[in-house]
C-alpha cells in the first residue's frame, strides 16, 4: 500500500498506455470518422474522459501527469488536432506544457489546442457537473495562449519509453 497514490489498480492488472483506446475495436477507421478534424481530447484521469465521453467527445485518459510515456505522445501526435484537458492546478499546467512540446516534437502538423478552465474549477468533470458541453467547448483555446516561459525546459523532462516499464512482477 502506497499512501501516495490517489488510485490503485488490482494486483496483476496492468494501466492500459491511455484509458479508453481499448473500447475502440477499429482504431484507425474511428480517428479518420472523428468529427471536427480528426481531434481527441487528451485528459488526465478516467473521470475526466468518461465525462467527456458521455458528452459525445472523443477522449482518451492518462493515467495521471507521472504515467506519461513515449507511446502515449506517439498515439496523441497521430491526430490532426489533440485538445489537452488536464486538470486546472499547477501539475496539470506543466503537463500541458510538456505534453504539447512533445507532440509537436513528434509531429509538428498536429494541432494542440487546451481547455481553459475558470478559477477554481479543478477539471473537467467538475465543470460539467455544472455547466454544459457547449459552455466547455468555449474554453478551448490554441495553445500559443501559453506564454513561452510555461514552455521554458518542457522538453528537458525523459519519457520512458512504454507504459509497462516500470512493471511491477
Same mark, same amino acid.
Not at 23 to 45: D, S
Not at 87 to 95: A, H, Q, V
Not at 114 to 133: C, R, W
Given at each position: 500500500?502506497?499512501?501516495?497514490?490517489? @488510485?490503485?489498480?488490482?494486483?496483476? #492488472?496492468?494501466?492500459?498506455?491511455?484509458?479508453?483506446?481499448?473500447? #475502440?475495436?477499429? @482504431?484507425?477507421? @474511428?480517428?479518420?470518422?472523428?468529427?471536427?478534424?480528426? @481531434?481527441?481530447? *487528451?485528459?488526465?484521469? $478516467?473521470?475526466?474522459?468518461?465525462? =467527456?465521453? $458521455?458528452?459525445?467527445?472523443?477522449? =482518451?485518459? %492518462?493515467?495521471?501527469?507521472?504515467? =506519461?510515456?513515449?507511446?502515449? %505522445?506517439?498515439?496523441?501526435?497521430?491526430?490532426?488536432?489533440?485538445? /489537452?484537458?488536464?486538470?486546472?492546478?499547477?501539475?496539470?499546467?506543466?503537463?500541458?506544457?510538456?505534453?504539447?512540446?512533445?507532440?509537436k516534437g513528434a509531429?509538428?502538423?498536429t494541432k494542440i489546442?487546451?481547455?481553459?478552465?475558470?478559477?477554481?474549477?479543478?477539471?473537467?468533470?467538475?465543470? &460539467? /457537473?455544472?455547466?454544459? %458541453? !457547449?459552455? &466547455?467547448? !468555449?474554453? %478551448?483555446?490554441?495553445? !500559443?495562449?501559453?506564454?513561452?516561459?510555461?514552455?521554458?525546459? *518542457?522538453?528537458?523532462?525523459?519519457?520512458?519509453?512504454?507504459?509497462?516499464?516500470? !512493471?511491477?512482477?
Amino acid at each position: 500500500y502506497d499512501s501516495h497514490c490517489k @488510485y490503485m489498480n488490482l494486483a496483476g #492488472i496492468r494501466i492500459t498506455d491511455l484509458f479508453g483506446i481499448q473500447t #475502440i475495436t477499429n @482504431y484507425e477507421k @474511428y480517428r479518420k470518422l472523428a468529427p471536427l478534424g480528426r @481531434y481527441v481530447f *487528451a485528459c488526465e484521469g $478516467q473521470f475526466d474522459t468518461m465525462m =467527456l465521453q $458521455q458528452n459525445a467527445i472523443f477522449a =482518451l485518459g %492518462i493515467f495521471g501527469v507521472s504515467n =506519461l510515456r513515449k507511446n502515449i %505522445i506517439d498515439t496523441l501526435a497521430t491526430f490532426e488536432s489533440v485538445v /489537452l484537458a488536464f486538470d486546472n492546478d499547477i501539475p496539470g499546467r506543466k503537463c500541458t506544457t510538456e505534453v504539447a512540446s512533445f507532440i509537436k516534437g513528434a509531429n509538428k502538423k498536429t494541432k494542440i489546442y487546451f481547455v481553459n478552465l475558470p478559477a477554481g474549477i479543478k477539471d473537467v468533470n467538475d465543470f &460539467l /457537473l455544472e455547466n454544459d %458541453i !457547449e459552455e &466547455l467547448l !468555449e474554453c %478551448i483555446l490554441p495553445i !500559443e495562449y501559453i506564454t513561452p516561459k510555461e514552455f521554458k525546459g *518542457a522538453r528537458k523532462k525523459q519519457l520512458k519509453p512504454t507504459a509497462f516499464d516500470d !512493471e511491477v512482477e
